[in-house]
């Protein structure tokens, strides 16, 4: 007997793309209003969607949208989608300041703070504070680039092809 697939659920909204939501507009990649035509979309797809889906689609505060959002990753999101959604934000933020919107000193202390608040190990917040003492201590910021360019190479990678499929432009 051949089974077909029902509607898709709630639940079907990826947890990986809220992550990636989040980071995109946390990190300033995804302008206000720029999140509605996916929440609308998937309002369209759902045969029940949830009621932050709606709150998404209705929003162009990009402190709502997080807010939605965040009622949509629950308590319970699993937690590949949670370190997913770390190293988004530190590989967008990267991505900001290979495009200049953000200077070296202020990457190092911000993405150290992310990685303490959020008690991540790779890259430790350690990583960050090390690379930055230097940096303040005189040392060649064209090392120190390239220090952080292998630190963070897998989530730039992952940060652009997020931005990717979220149709927000790297510029």
């Not at 300041?97 to 202020?106: A, C, R, T």
């Amino acid at each position: 007997m051949k089974v077909e697939p029902g509607p898709p659920s709630s639940e079907a909204v990826r947890a990986t793309t809220v992550e990636a939501w989040i980071a995109a507009i946390a990190t300033g990649w995804a302008l206000p209003g720029s999140w509605e035509g996916w929440a609308v979309g998937e309002l369209e797809r759902l045969s029940a969607p949830p009621v932050w889906l709606v709150d998404l689609a209705c929003t162009t505060r990009a402190e709502d949208a997080l807010w939605a959002l965040h009622q949509g990753r629950g308590r319970n999101a699993p937690t590949s989608a949670r370190d997913d959604g770390i190293r988004l934000h530190l590989g967008m933020r990267y991505l900001a300041f290979l495009d200049g919107k953000v200077e070296l000193g202020e990457l190092l202390r911000e993405l150290g703070e992310h990685t303490d608040r959020h008690n991540v190990d790779d890259p430790s917040c350690e990583a960050f504070g090390g690379l930055l003492t230097r940096l303040d201590g005189g040392a060649e910021e064209k090392e120190i680039r390239s220090e952080l360019a292998v630190l963070l190479g897998g989530q730039r990678e992952e940060a652009a092809r997020a931005l990717s499929e979220l149709a927000l432009r790297l510029e």
